[in-house]
């Protein structure tokens, strides 16, 4: 499910009640979380929405540890990182 906020203008995007992933439509960032269920569903859906707002990152798993990557670049996953609208793997 997906739900917009008006006055913060973000969208929510949620999977089986719980909140994976906030757009900022504003500044373009996203915040990303597996919300303590690291399962193959949940990278999915994540992997979607990276597809289709920061094209060419990625949340993968090498042995049971998460990791998001971008042009080459590769960082351990957390819950409530936040990828920036960059030409380059920016976090906060």
């Not at 917009?4 to 929510?12: I, T």
């Not at 399962?39 to 707002?53: G, H, P, Y």
């Not at 090498?62 to 080459?72: M, N, T």
Request: charged content about 20%; some cysteine; aromatic content about 14%.
């Amino acid at each position: 499910m997906v739900r917009y906020n008006d006055a913060s203008n973000c969208s929510s995007v949620y999977l089986h009640g719980h909140n994976i992933a906030t757009y900022d439509h504003s500044t373009q960032a996203l915040k990303i979380s597996s919300c303590g269920w690291e399962t193959v569903t949940t990278k999915s859906r994540l992997n979607a929405l990276l597809d289709e707002v920061k094209y060419g990152a990625g949340v993968f798993q090498k042995q049971f540890e998460w990791f998001v990557s971008f042009r080459g670049k590769v960082v351990p996953f957390f819950d409530g990182m936040i990828l920036h609208n960059s030409e380059t793997l920016e976090i906060a």
